[in-house]
């Protein structure tokens, strides 16, 4: 696999990671060449050496947020997602993992409900063609093409995309790596930052470039954010 590497203080180095651990926090892998550990050693003698990285909380529940503090092995914390046969009000309350494509005059707007993260920028940025109340919810031709697309390149979670002239543009211009503790939110990420781990799967058309992840633990679609933490109320007043 070819590396992708990022510009950082004049050096090029490789970008960093996201590891999904089971049932545990996400590991943010800054620095991918191991180093020595200062004051570690092992039985020979030997000094030991590791990647650089830091555990990121994904059950909800850290009292050092958004730091891992070990809380989710307290609490039993799962990742594995309810399905429609764990729902007790029955499979039709389930979002399927559906894009959506809204064909207008001049542009094709395409939506998957199932990892918005509704942070509603849509809504809040061009009303005239994103309205929850209504159905369909997306009209493309209320709207110049330009200014649809302005509004589409800020949902953070990817949910949202464009087509034009038959080309559909998911990613945005190439940005710094970075993720974002959102207010009582998800973590937003972008600038393209590998997501590992066992069973990751995006959903259909989702960007790889930026997306939402579940810091509240209450996802359907863990790891990624499907906007439970509205429904859960959940709280980080440190950040």
Not at 46 to 58: I, M, Q, Y
Not at 128 to 137: E, G, I, L, T, Y
Not at 212 to 239: E, I, Q, W
Request: proline residues 5%.
């Amino acid at each position: 696999m070819e590396k992708v590497s990022v510009e950082r203080q004049g050096q090029t180095r490789e970008k960093p990671k996201i590891s999904v651990l089971p049932n545990g926090p996400y590991y943010l892998l800054n620095e991918m060449e191991p180093k020595v550990v200062e004051n570690l050693q092992n039985s020979k003698g030997e000094p030991l050496s590791t990647v650089g990285g830091v555990a990121l909380c994904r059950c909800g529940a850290s009292n050092n947020k958004p730091f891992c503090d070990g809380t989710h092995a307290t609490i039993g914390f799962s990742s594995k997602n309810k399905t429609a046969a764990d729902d007790n009000n029955g499979s039709e309350n389930m979002i399927r993992n559906k894009r959506k494509n809204y064909v207008g005059r001049e542009i094709i707007i395409h939506d998957n409900r199932r990892i918005c993260s509704h942070a509603a920028e849509c809504v809040k940025n061009l009303s005239s063609v994103f309205k929850f109340n209504a159905r369909p919810w997306i009209n493309p031709d209320s709207a110049k093409a330009e200014d649809i697309i302005d509004t589409i390149r800020k949902c953070p979670s990817g949910a949202l995309s464009y087509s034009i002239n038959g080309i559909e543009y998911r990613n945005q211009d190439e940005r710094r790596p970075m993720i974002m503790v959102s207010k009582d939110g998800p973590y937003l990420i972008t600038g393209g930052i590998d997501l590992i781990g066992d069973n990751i799967q995006f959903a259909e058309g989702a960007s790889r470039e930026h997306y939402t992840l579940c810091r509240c633990g209450a996802s359907n679609y863990k790891p990624f954010c499907d906007g439970m933490h509205r429904t859960v109320n959940f709280k980080d007043d440190k950040n």
